[in-house]
């Protein structure tokens, strides 16, 4: 015989995964304002700890080490989500299936600014710790991959459409779209005066100009 109904157990299982979720979101918020603000050597996870409003141990205990927090923070901050991948967000699919291709370069470089809005610190600090850190260093080169991914089914999706008007071979295209959604370039172009909505210009219109006749 049960002790609990069986809808009673489902809603405790379903409380605690909710308040695990929720500590993970505490956790990565601290930990992303801390490599933000201190590096990845000056992170402390003590400091993350007390800032989560969790224990040292919990912090152990969902992400293992430091180097799962920062790849953890940098994945959400990226796709909304640590387990998530860009591909499948909304705004990518948006811009791999935009009919015009022009609109579509464009796409890109709205998405390539909404990224480096929410991910560009992060991002800086484990290209900064990636050559001193085995783990970190084939996370920075599975970014770079990823990004390469996706660079090469935009250029088939444009390939598919272009009517003609691509300039360059679909190789060369994606490499052409790799190199110049480059997260460092986005970082260069942004350190001075000018603005995000500016990057997010200029880069439409370089990709349109270096791209279609």
Same mark, same amino acid.
């Given at each position: 015989?049960?002790?609990?109904?069986?809808?009673?157990?489902?809603?405790?299982?379903?409380?605690?995964?909710?308040?695990?979720?929720?500590?993970?979101?505490?956790?990565?918020?601290?930990?992303?304002?801390?490599?933000?603000?201190?590096?990845?050597?000056?992170?402390?996870?003590?400091?993350?700890?007390?800032?989560?409003?969790?224990?040292?141990?919990?912090?152990?205990?969902?992400?293992?080490?430091?180097?799962?927090?920062?790849?953890?923070? +940098? %994945? #959400? =901050?990226?796709? &909304?989500?640590? @387990?998530? $991948?860009? *591909?499948?967000?909304?705004?990518?699919? /948006?811009? !791999?299936?935009?009919?015009?291709?022009?609109?579509?370069?464009?796409?890109?470089?709205?998405?390539?600014?909404?990224?480096?809005?929410?991910?560009?610190?992060?991002?800086?600090?484990?290209?900064?710790?990636?050559?001193?850190?085995?783990? +970190? %260093? #084939? =996370?920075?080169? &599975?970014?770079? @991959?990823? $990004?390469? *991914?996706?660079?090469?089914?935009?250029? /088939?999706? !444009?390939?598919?459409?272009?009517?003609?008007?691509?300039?360059?071979?679909?190789?060369?295209?994606?490499?052409?779209?790799?190199?110049?959604?480059?997260?460092?370039?986005?970082?260069?172009?942004?350190?001075?005066?000018?603005?995000?909505?500016?990057?997010?210009?200029?880069? &439409?219109?370089?990709?349109? $100009?270096?791209?279609?006749?």
């Amino acid at each position: 015989m049960l002790l609990y109904p069986v809808a009673s157990i489902r809603s405790h299982s379903s409380l605690r995964a909710e308040q695990a979720a929720l500590t993970r979101s505490r956790i990565l918020d601290a930990a992303a304002h801390e490599f933000e603000e201190q590096g990845y050597a000056g992170a402390r996870i003590d400091d993350i700890a007390a800032a989560a409003g969790v224990a040292v141990p919990t912090v152990y205990k969902v992400f293992t080490n430091k180097v799962n927090l920062l790849v953890g923070s +940098l %994945n #959400r =901050a990226m796709a &909304g989500d640590d @387990a998530a $991948r860009i *591909d499948q967000q909304d705004w990518f699919t /948006e811009q !791999l299936d935009e009919p015009d291709p022009e609109r579509q370069l464009h796409l890109i470089a709205r998405n390539a600014r909404r990224i480096y809005e929410c991910a560009g610190r992060l991002l800086n600090v484990l290209r900064g710790a990636a050559p001193l850190d085995a783990e +970190l %260093n #084939r =996370a920075w080169q &599975g970014i770079a @991959a990823q $990004r390469l *991914d996706r660079s090469q089914a935009t250029a /088939e999706s !444009l390939n598919a459409k272009d009517g003609g008007r691509l300039r360059l071979s679909r190789a060369e295209t994606a490499t052409t779209l790799w190199t110049l959604t480059e997260p460092e370039l986005f970082a260069t172009y942004t350190a001075g005066r000018r603005t995000a909505d500016q990057y997010e210009s200029w880069l &439409g219109d370089i990709l349109c $100009r270096s791209l279609l006749d």
